[in-house]
T-cell receptor
């Protein structure tokens, strides 16, 4: 089965600093999703990447997909307290969404003022 | 449309009781998914519907778990004879998908189950 490993597991960053979270797959990535979760709440969709080399940005968050490395990275520029939470990457198991998503364990991000 | 709705938000039940959770997806979405999330883990895929057809159920955790989507709209997840190990957040997601492609998943806020 496909496994996703996220690194780091947790991250404490001073407000205003940049940070990067990585997600590495054990198998070919057909689609890679990034979600944010506040403790005890549902998942908030951030971005979906479907092509190798694809890069998407939303506000201060940029995600890239390196298909050859079976890896995606999420980069936050000039972090703010609102960025705090758990970041989860999810991958389409079979492609086309036919079989749900496999998720990593998440990266806990804390922003220090 | 306000997104994916799940009811209840919290459920406390005694071991051995049956529980049922409801999910109302985004109306235009033809696919509906159930996930379970335990503390410190990412969501774990359980089952999936396309319209009213349950196309994947091999990942349901045991035969105590069952899901329905009778009219292709809302769905229910039932857990019979609950055990303490069933305590978790149960998440529902919906998406619009075509063969070989999906257009992103929207998750609900989840139902937190505590079995005492």
């Amino acid at each position: 089965s496909q496994e996703l490993e996220q690194s780091p597991q947790s991250l404490i960053v001073q407000e205003g600093k940049n940070l990067t979270i990585n997600c590495t797959s054990s198998k070919t990535l057909y689609g890679l999703y990034w979600y944010k979760q506040k403790y005890g709440e549902g998942l908030i969709f951030l971005m979906m990447l479907q092509k190798g080399g694809e890069e998407k940005s939303h506000e201060k968050i940029t995600a890239k997909l390196d298909e050859k490395k079976q890896q995606s990275s999420l980069h936050i520029t000039a972090s703010q307290p609102s960025h705090a939470g758990i970041y989860l990457c999810g991958a389409s198991i079979l492609g086309g969404g036919a079989d749900g998503l496999t998720f990593g364990k998440g990266t806990h991000l804390i922003i220090q003022p | 449309d306000t997104g994916v709705s799940q009811d209840p938000r919290h459920k406390i039940t005694k071991r051995g009781q049956n529980v049922t959770f409801r999910c109302d997806p985004i109306s235009e979405h033809n696919r509906l998914y159930w996930y379970r999330q335990t503390l410190g883990q990412g969501p774990e895929f359980l089952t999936y519907f396309q319209n009213e057809a349950q196309l994947e159920k091999s990942r349901l955790l045991s035969d105590r778990f069952s899901a329905e989507r009778p009219k292709g709209s809302f769905s229910t997840l039932e857990i019979q004879r609950t055990e303490q190990g069933d305590s978790a957040m149960y998440l529902c997601a919906s998406s619009f998908g075509l063969p070989g492609r999906d257009y992103g998943y929207t998750f609900g806020s989840g139902t937190r189950l505590t079995v005492v």
